[in-house]
């Protein structure tokens, strides 16, 4: 028993002992085992960094090879077009030189031709004179031989001519007068009495004074202003003379210019009603004014359209009919004589049996070149055709207009209508006055004097014509031209016009300086 025990133990011992060893050695396997495997593994990296390596070193030898490649190709690229450039640049100056060589050649036949033409031009005048003397020697022969003067000669065939004409002419005479001459002169007068009756104007006679009603006496000094800045600052703007006299309750506006005088009327009758007179509200009122005359010669071109029952004409022209409202001819207002011979050529041609609508149309139209022709050169009568061949009228109310002073032929029975119409209107009693017309062309000639110079900005006649104001631009012209403009305008208007008395020239030069506080 007690040796079984023993063996049993021993045996246990040694099983144990036996299972340490077996994990001893199979620890040390594994980690044998793991090493080589470990080794195997980072020998197999290695083994591709190396490869990695080296295609990583052949791919940059590659990039380089084509970098470099690359480069050459742009340098070999920029070389071709500097080259073509240079090329360019060559065939440039070549094509330059041609040119100039060509410029040089015509320059010169250009002088040659000069020159010949010159050579011709002095036989020509030789010619010429040789030909007047050829001519004055035959002359001189013809009246030796014949013993009388051209003069005599050119009397006696007048004479002889009218001899035998002059039973054909008594006869043709005779005839006209059998045919009922004094009866076709009855009835003319007959029919322009009765178209003179059915349309009868006004004749009055514009002035060239406005007078401006003022509430009290006190505004008088107002308008004049401080050492007078306010009535400086409006015949400044406006280029009239504003009186301020004795006469109570009024102010009189003087100048020529109808447009100016109602322009400055609007702007004082502004001030007052404001109460606020300074200059740079006079400003702000004459801004007004010049838009409110806008106005009123847009209504004054409807109103005559409307009054005739003329319709279809272009806004523009209807503006240039109003425009004739403040225009004057010899003293009478353009826009009403143009009523008046409208409706008098209507009243002839309905009589005559003639177009009462081309009769109207163009007597309203004939004077249409007025209303521009202080600023474009030309009679009236041409400039008023170019308006309405600009504005598409009919050729027949062209042909009806532009005869009325007789610089045209007659070429319808509409334009002999158009023709007396203004006859009659502008020969009524009371209608014109030479005098004013005189006294305003000579104004206007005097403001036309002063423009003509460089550097002047605006001129104003005022003092019935005895003082021309002009004003010059202050970067143009400096003190000391200020005072050699006004001696220079001084002796043109000596040189060129005729006038009474004498004219102070008095030139303004004002430097403005303006800033804005933000």
């Known amino acids: 028993m007690y040796f079984f025990a023993c063996l049993s133990g021993s045996l246990s011992m040694n099983v144990i002992i036996f299972s340490v060893g077996s994990v001893a050695i199979g620890f040390y396997l594994g980690y044998v085992v ?27 030898q590659d990039s380089v090879l084509t970098a470099k490649k690359q480069a ?28 100039e060589d060509v410029i040089d050649q015509k320059t010169e ?20 004179l040789e030909s007047e003397e050829t001519r004055q020697r035959e002359l001189d022969r013809l009246e030796k ?14 004479q002889l001519t009218e001899e035998e004409n002059r039973g054909a002419l008594a006869e043709r005479i005779a005839k006209i007068e059998r045919e009922g001459n004094a009866e076709i002169e009855k009835r003319a007068k007959n029919i322009m009495t009765s178209v003179i009756q059915k349309y009868a104007g006004s004749h009055s006679v514009e002035v060239v004074t406005t007078t401006v009603s003022i509430p009290s006496d006190e505004v008088k000094g107002r308008i004049i202003g401080r050492e007078g800045r306010n009535i400086k600052a409006l015949e400044k703007l406006t280029g009239v003379e504003i009186i301020v006299d004795d006469t109570p309750e009024a102010v009189v506006i003087s100048g020529f210019d109808p447009v100016r005088r109602e322009i400055a009327r609007i702007t004082l009758e502004k001030l007052i009603g404001d109460g606020r007179i300074h200059p740079t509200r006079i400003e702000e009122a004459y801004e007004f004014a010049k838009k409110e005359i806008d106005n009123k010669i847009k209504e004054a071109g409807e109103a005559a359209t409307y009054d005739l029952g003329v319709a279809g004409l272009d806004p523009k022209l209807v503006y240039l009919i109003g425009r004739l409202r403040y225009r004057t001819s010899y003293g009478q207002n353009v826009l009403l004589h143009s009523l008046e011979v409208a409706h008098l050529s209507g009243a002839l041609a309905a009589e005559l049996g003639a177009d009462v609508t081309i ?6 139209l004939h004077d249409i070149g007025k209303a521009v022709d202080h600023e474009i050169q030309g009679t009236h009568i041409e400039i008023g055709i170019k308006i309405l061949e600009r504005f598409n009228m009919p050729k027949e109310v062209i042909d009806a207009m532009k005869s ?51 550097g002047v900005e605006r001129t104003y006649a005022i003092q019935a014509g005895r003082e021309i104001r002009v004003f010059v631009k202050p970067e143009a012209v400096d003190d ?32 403005r300086s303006v800033e804005y506080a933000r």
């Not at 009325?404 to 007396?420: L, M």
């Not at 020969?427 to 003509?452: F, H, Q, V, W």
């Not at 002796?491 to 009474?500: A, G, N, T, V």
Request: charged share 40%.
């Open 72 to 99: 050459v190709e742009i340098l070999e690229q920029a070389k071709k077009k500097e080259d073509e450039r240079e090329q360019q640049i060559m065939r440039n100056e070549q094509r330059l030189e041609k040119r």
């Open 404 to 454: 009325h002073h007789e610089d045209y032929p007659f070429e319808t029975p509409e334009s002999f209508i158009v023709a007396a119409a203004d006859a009659i209107s502008a020969s009524r009693p009371g209608a014109r006055k030479d005098t004013l017309e005189k006294y305003l062309k000579r104004l206007e000639e005097l403001e036309a004097t002063a423009n003509s110079f460089d």
């Open 34 to 60: 793991r090493r080589m495997v470990a080794r195997k593994q980072l020998g197999s990296a290695e083994g591709k960094i190396e490869k990695l390596l080296e295609e990583a070193e052949k791919k940059s």
């Open 359 to 364: 009769a109207k149309k163009a007597g309203l």
């Open 145 to 158: 031989i014949a013993g009388l003067s051209k003069e005599q000669a050119k009397s006696i065939l007048l």
């Open 109 to 128: 036949e250009i002088e040659q031709a000069k020159k010949l033409l010159e050579q011709k031009v002095e036989e020509v005048k030789k010619i010429r």
């Open 480 to 511: 000391l031209g200020a005072l050699k403009l006004a001696r220079e305008i001084a002796d043109k208007i000596e040189q060129d016009l005729k006038y009474p008395g004498e004219i102070k020239v008095n030139v303004l030069r004002e430097t």
